[in-house]
């Protein structure tokens, strides 16, 4: 019996059985959406455990003393890619300090200069204005590294 296509499915037709198509199933390349999610992943559990080790807490001063690092700050938005892996760019921080960043940036900046120098986020900002485009290729080799790095610790 023949479907639409004229294909028999590995059903007899007049007496004679035709063998059944075996398919190949074609390995996807990883989309450019998921590449960024996996190195977003991998960079902000990098980010976390060095700043485990530097500070144990959040940095930045609190009321009620000190908390936890739960999460990758970043002074300068993830938005712009020049500096969206940059290390320089990144803290370990709590969940409230990222947060209230979006609403009030200047204590942080006020720290971030403080702890480094002005010279240091001129140089961030600067940077941040770069254009630069990352291909599927780069960003497999920073999941790679930072990977290795992860496996390291």
């Known amino acids: 019996m023949r479907n639409v296509f004229g294909a028999t499915n590995g059903v007899k037709v007049h007496g004679k059985k035709k063998a059944r198509r075996k398919f190949v199933k074609?390995?996807?390349?990883?989309?450019?959406?998921?590449?960024?999610?996996?190195?977003?992943?991998?960079?902000?559990?990098?980010?976390?455990?060095?700043?485990?080790?530097?500070?144990?807490?959040?940095?930045?001063?609190?009321?009620?003393?000190p908390r936890l690092i739960e999460c990758c700050f970043h002074f300068i938005t993830r938005a712009k890619y020049a500096t969206r892996w940059s290390e320089d760019?990144?803290?370990?921080?709590c969940n409230s300090c990222n947060f209230e960043y979006e609403f009030n940036p200047h204590p942080y900046i006020a720290w971030f200069i403080r702890a480094n120098s002005q010279a240091a986020y001129e140089r961030l900002i600067q940077q941040s204005r770069g254009i630069l485009k990352f291909s599927n290729s780069d960003l497999s080799d920073k999941i790679e590294y930072y990977k290795v790095l992860l496996e390291a610790k």
């Open 26 to 65: 074609l390995v996807r390349k990883p989309s450019r959406k998921s590449l960024v999610k996996k190195l977003d992943t991998l960079f902000s559990l990098f980010i976390r455990l060095r700043d485990r080790k530097k500070f144990s807490y959040c940095p930045f001063p609190h009321r009620d003393g």
């Open 89 to 93: 760019n990144c803290i370990g921080s």
